[in-house]
């Protein structure tokens, strides 16, 4: 699952979304659910319980769009989460996105890229990695930051304007799959 984190009319992460969309769909290891939080359309988090403990009780969602949400999420075996970083962290779409759900996201690898402008994103990442462990995802270990998103990260034809943006984006799903395998072996076995 790719995962735009932003509902900004004036956003500037589509054009990296894209770039990921498009390397994941030519490589024939993946097939794609690509999720748009412009378009997902979740209503702000407030249901009587944490996610955790719906999922652990057998509690159902009292919005459609939450519970089809978590249903979407568990079907994923991997996530990939594009954020822009906005006042030195990520959006709050983002973080109701996450919050909607709970033990589906679970044993499950994440990867991060961003975008911003003089740090890239990075500290949009740093705290999405903390957000992360409580959710129970396992982190790639490097992220792909885009500093100056709106000079000069990306060609007029949505490429990255330095060539090892897509080396390390192959190295990401890499990883992806690495972490894939190794966990559902491990729930396979049990052990």
Not at 70 to 83: D, H, K, N, P
Not at 157 to 162: A, K, L, T, V
Request: glycine residues 8%; negative net charge; aromatic residues 12%.
């Amino acid at each position: 699952m790719i995962i735009l984190g932003s509902s900004r009319k004036a956003r500037r992460g589509e054009v990296v979304a894209k770039w990921v969309l498009a390397a994941a769909q030519a490589d024939s290891r993946f097939e794609i659910d690509y999720v748009d939080l412009q378009q997902l359309n979740l209503p702000y988090f407030d249901e009587l319980e944490s996610p955790f403990t719906m999922y652990a009780q057998g509690i159902e969602y009292t919005y459609a769009e939450g519970k089809a949400w978590a249903q979407r999420v568990g079907q994923a075996e991997a996530y990939l989460i594009v954020t822009p970083e906005y006042n030195h962290g990520y959006p709050g779409v983002l973080k109701n996105a996450l919050d909607w759900v709970g033990r589906e996201w679970g044993d499950k690898p994440v990867a991060f890229v961003s975008y911003g402008n003089i740090t890239g994103g990075a500290r949009a990442v740093e705290g999405l990695r903390q957000v992360a462990v409580e959710l129970g995802l396992f982190q790639v270990a490097n992220a792909i930051y885009f500093p100056n998103i709106s000079r000069d990260a990306f060609t007029p034809e949505g490429q990255p304007s330095h060539a090892s943006a897509n080396d390390n984006l192959k190295k990401m799903f890499d990883e992806l799959v690495r972490l894939q395998q190794a966990f559902s072996s491990v729930k396979k076995f049990g052990t």
